[in-house]
C-alpha cells in the first residue's frame, strides 16, 4: 500500500433531503455494530486469489485478518435529519462505504416502503430489461449495490438476468454475487484516488500523480481511468499518447454523454490511437434507454460499456434515495494537518466539498464560475 499513514474522514451527503423516519439511526447502529463479527472466509480468499490476480498476496493477508472497527462510525439523527462520518486509517475506513451505503437504503426501505411492487412484478421488470440490453447488444454491468432496495430484491435482479440465456451481462461490483453466481467481478476508479493525491501534491499535478500511482500498484491491469475528477478537459491536458496508449479506455460520470464521446474520440485521434481499439465505459445515472441511446452513437467508432447501477437494483415502486458517502477531508500523516478534499464535476453546478475549498481548486484550475 502506498499510503500506510494517511487519514480519512468521509462524509454522508442526502443529496434529495430525503427525510428519514423516526429510529432510524438506531436501527443502522445495530447493524454497524454486528460488522465487527464479519471476516473472511478461507474460501471466500481462495475465490479473490484466483479471481482478483490484480491483489497481492500480502493485500489478500490483510483483507483475512480484517475487522470492521464500528468506533470508526459517528451517526447521529436529529427528527428526519441523518448524519454519518467515517474517520480512520485510509486503508481501513475505505472498506466502510459500500456496505454502509447498502444498509442505509435497505434499512430505509424497510421502514418506509410498505406498498412495494409484488416480487413477480419485479421479475418482469428484471426479464423485460435484461431482454432490451441483449436485443441492442449493450454489454453492461451491475454497479447498483450502494442504493439496492434491498439484498433479496438484488440477488433476485442477477438471477433473473441471467436466466436469458443471451444476457449481456459483463459482471457486478457485488463480488460476493459475483462469486455466488459466477460472474466477473468488475469495477473502476473511484474519484477519492485523484481527491486524495490533490491533497498530496496539488490540483494541477493530481490527475497526473493519480495516473502514475494506479501504474504502480496495478502494473497494467484495471486499465479504466476516471475522468471528472476535476472536470474532463482538465484532465485530458495531462492524458498524453503514453496514457490514451497504455489505458484501456475511460470511465464517463458527469456531463453529457454525447458530447463526451466526440471530445474523447477526438483525444484519441490526436494522439494518433484508433478510438475503436479503446472502451468507454458509462457510469452516469444510467436507465436502460439511455443507455441504448448511447450505444447506437457509440457504435462503430468506439468500445463501449455500461455500469448501471440504482435503475437496475431499485426499480421497485419507490423514489430510490439520492445519497453519497464521499471522501471530505485528509491528513497525510501524523505530523500534518488535516485537509478538505473537494470533487468537480462535468454537470454544472454538481462541485462536491468544502464551498471555500472548491473555489480555491477552481481558481487554480482556470475553471471559470459554473
Known sequence: MLYPRAQVEYEFTNRGNTPFPDGFASRLKIQIEKMASLSLSKKQKTYLEDTCYFLTPVYLDFLETYTYNPGEVS???????????VKGPWYRAILWE?????LISEI???MTAPGTLPLKNIKTINKGKAAILAENNVRFADFGTRRRFSSVTHNMLIADILSNENNTLIGTSNVHLAKKFNIKPIGTMAHEWVMFHAVLVGYKMANTLAKDAWIQVFKGD??????DTYTTDIFLSSFDTYNAKLFDGVRHDSGDPISFIKKIIHHYKKHRVDPTTKTIVFSDGLDIDKAVAIHNECNGKIRDSYGIGTN???????IPLNIVIKLSRCQLAPNKPWQHTVKLSDDKGKNTGNPSEVETCMRILNIPEQ
Open 108 to 110: 430505509f426501505f424497510s
Open 222 to 227: 484495471l486499465g479504466i481511468i476516471l475522468t
Open 75 to 85: 451517526i447521529s439523527q436529529d427528527k428526519g435529519t441523518f448524519s454519518l462520518l
Open 98 to 102: 459500500v456496505p454502509l451505503m447498502a
Open 312 to 318: 437496475l437494483t431499485n426499480d421497485v415502486g419507490e
